[in-house]
């Protein structure tokens, strides 16, 4: 469900892209699947201690993903910031250009 959500903004919408299998929101989907996986074969074999390191990495590797989304989502948010910002400033430069000169206002 995520990925399908982050899919739709990421794409603006346009059904025939897809996510890179680098995406940060595919490697966390998937290390969230690989963490659940994990967690089921270390309850069925409580005494394997492979298990264990196995489901640990896994667990290591959810917390990787994880920055790795928050860096792209803060990433999106300071690009959504500038872009505003710049839009701002440009509506200040055109309102600054079309003022008649000589005319104040007060």
Request: zero cysteines.
């Amino acid at each position: 469900m995520a990925v399908d959500a982050a899919w739709k903004e990421v794409t603006n919408g346009d059904s025939d892209k897809q996510l890179a299998d680098d995406h940060p929101v595919i490697k966390l989907e998937r290390s969230t699947w690989e963490v659940r996986s994990a967690m089921a074969v270390v309850l069925h074999n409580l005494d394997n201690p492979n298990a264990q390191k196995s489901f640990i990495r896994r667990v290591q590797l959810l917390a990787t993903s994880t920055s790795s989304i928050v860096k792209f989502l803060v990433s999106i948010s300071e690009d959504d910031r500038e872009t505003s910002s710049s839009a701002a400033n440009a509506d200040d430069v055109w309102q600054t250009t079309t003022e008649k000169p000589g005319k104040k206002e007060g």
